[in-house]
């Protein structure tokens, strides 16, 4: 199904409305982009990963591409083998199990939540957006063609 609307700029858009049962093979999921704040005061920031959640399938995974030399020419005293550090944390905390630490009892649904929630960190969630996908492991790969590299 589909809606047409005119928007406050006077163009016709289309939003495609899914409802309950109408998704086909396709589940509702959650990301945001991770995102690199060398100096928190300057709020200049780059992308770094993608956090993917999935309820349905009990998913939740990240990906990760550093561009150092963006990183440090934000920043060129940034330490990069601290923000490797906290960003190999990240993934600890995604696949869950024993490197996660207290983590590893949570459900996938309970690591996105602690992952995404806003800190004043060299390494910040962005906001968190929604879809829908067939395969959320292979979202994680198109979202971060598509918003980091």
Known sequence: MSERQINVAGRMTERHITRAGQGGDRDVFE????????RVERGECINAGVLVYCRARAYVGVRIHLDEARLLAL???VDVAG?????????????????????????AGRRFRWL???RSAVV???SVHTGLTADPAAEVE??????VR
């Not at 990301?31 to 060398?38: I, N, Q």
């Not at 923000?83 to 459900?107: F, H, K, W």
């Not at 198109?142 to 918003?147: C, F, G, K, N, P």
């Open 142 to 147: 198109r979202l971060l063609d598509l918003l």
């Open 31 to 38: 990301y945001a982009v991770l995102r690199l704040v060398p």
């Open 75 to 77: 920043d060129p005293d």
């Open 83 to 107: 923000v490797r550090a906290a960003l190999r944390a990240v993934e600890r905390v995604c696949a869950g199990g024993p490197e996660a630490g207290q983590a590893a009892r949570d459900d």
């Open 124 to 126: 910040q969630p962005g």
């Open 116 to 118: 995404v929630a806003p």
